[in-house]
């Protein structure tokens, strides 16, 4: 999914509506939506069908075998996990879906049951800039000094 749409990016704010601070709502020049659980859930769906329809992006959830449950099993890991943020006017959980490296990444990540907080900070870093290639559990294990 190259560039968001507009209707991505609704879907975007809506999930990610909870996570918001004044900053966020500064720096992207929007009020705060009133969103209700159940308009969550439906922008979660949507964007779940949104992933599932794209050439980008389903392209790399039948790579993995995957479906719409494990992407929302990937969304509530990252929410869970601690990247539930707002970093240069994207949610982090829904741009690590949208953008076809974290999907495959995440998807990974999901399929070795490994979402931690090495995981989670390179995710964060990605969007923040600092972080430009992500590393696989294995590959954490060898450059950290501790043994898993």
């Known amino acids: 999914m190259a560039g ?10 809506l999930i990610g509506a909870r996570f918001l601070r ?9 009020q705060r939506p009133d969103v209700s659980d159940l308009d969550r859930a439906e922008a979660v769906s949507k964007l779940l069908d949104e992933l ?34 707002w970093i240069k006017g994207s949610y982090v959980p829904v741009a690590a879906l949208v953008d076809t490296y974290t ?15 090495l995981v989670i900070n390179q995710v964060l870093g990605y969007f923040d ?6 590393v696989l559990p294995d590959d954490i294990s060898k450059i950290t000094r501790h043994k898993p």
């Open 4 to 13: 968001k749409s507009e209707s991505l990016r609704q879907l975007e704010i």
């Open 22 to 30: 004044q900053s966020d709502l500064d720096t992207m020049d929007i």
């Open 52 to 85: 599932m329809e794209s050439k980008e992006t389903s392209t790399i959830i039948n790579d993995h075998n995957a479906g719409k449950e494990s992407l929302l099993k990937v969304l509530h890991n990252l929410e869970a996990q601690g990247a539930a943020y």
């Open 103 to 117: 999907l495959d990444y995440c998807l990974t990540i999901n399929k070795l049951k490994a979402f931690n907080i």
């Open 129 to 134: 800039g600092i972080t430009k290639q992500l």
